[in-house]
């Protein structure tokens, strides 16, 4: 089975600063996938970013990027240029064979004006 | 775009009483997923179904089906209700590829309280 470990509960970051936010996994798959999802306040689960492990590059979406560390089973995320609309919970995400989504416990991000 | 559809958005009931959950997944997608997201918790899987046909079970109540109909809607229904099943869930779908590639968006949720 896999599991999903978010080693931190809470973080803060001042407006227009950057933050990152940790997440390990441990797997014994080769081919699988791995997400980050923000749920604001509204609690909609909203997909923040993507990366393929197969994929050596790492994934970039405007202000998010992830370092993608195979071998260490590492997945951070990091948000450059914070914005109040940042602040949410964050779930690191996998799934692999199975297909069905593993989080992680969340970090709870907040963005500081 | 269209996003994932979900109804009710809030839903009330008493314990023991029947609930129905609807779930409209994107167009094209052909895999839903249900989740249940606990207060302060992390979303768990419960069940999906690729065309129609349930693919993958998770920790799924007995009290609780689902199915997946002509139309890819799919209705979680949940008997016998116990405060403990108060909870968000979601709905999710995705397009599996040939690559396998499984992008789920969810839906905005069924906030489902039970008294």
């Known amino acids: 089975a896999q599991t999903v470990t978010q080693s931190q509960p809470e973080m803060s970051v001042q407006e227009a600063e950057t933050v990152t936010l940790s997440c390990t996994y441990d797997?014994?798959?080769?081919?699988?996938?791995l997400f980050w999802y923000k749920q604001p306040p509204s609690r909609q689960m909203i997909l923040v970013i993507r990366?393929?492990?197969?994929?050596?590059q790492n994934a970039t979406e405007n202000r998010f990027s992830v370092n993608f560390q195979k071998a260490a089973k590492s997945f951070s995320l990091k948000i450059s240029d914070s914005q109040l609309g940042d602040t949410a919970m964050y779930f690191c995400?996998?799934?692999?064979?199975?297909?069905?989504?593993?989080f992680g416990s969340g970090t709870q991000l907040t963005v500081l004006p | 775009a269209a996003g994932v559809i979900q109804s009710p958005r809030h839903l009330i009931k008493e314990k023991r009483e029947t609930a129905t959950l609807k779930c409209y997944p994107i167009?094209?997608?052909?895999?839903v997923y249900w989740y249940q997201q606990g207060p302060g918790q992390d979303p768990q899987f419960l069940i999906s179904?690729?065309?129609?046909?349930?693919?993958d079970k998770g920790s799924i109540p007995d009290r609780f089906s689902a199915q997946q109909f002509s139309d890819y809607h799919s209705e979680l229904n949940m008997s016998s209700l116990e405060l403990g099943d108060s909870a968000l869930y979601f709905c999710?779908?995705?397009?599996?590829?040939?690559?396998?590639?499984?992008?789920?968006?969810f839906g905005p949720g069924t906030r489902l309280t039970v008294l």
């Open positions: 999710a779908s995705s397009l599996v590829g040939l690559a396998g590639e499984d992008t789920q968006y």
């Open positions: 797997t014994s798959e080769n081919n699988y996938y």
């Open positions: 990366q393929e492990a197969y994929k050596q």
């Open positions: 995400a996998f799934i692999g064979s199975a297909r069905q989504l593993t």
């Open positions: 167009p094209r997608h052909d895999t």
């Open positions: 179904f690729y065309e129609k046909m349930q693919s």
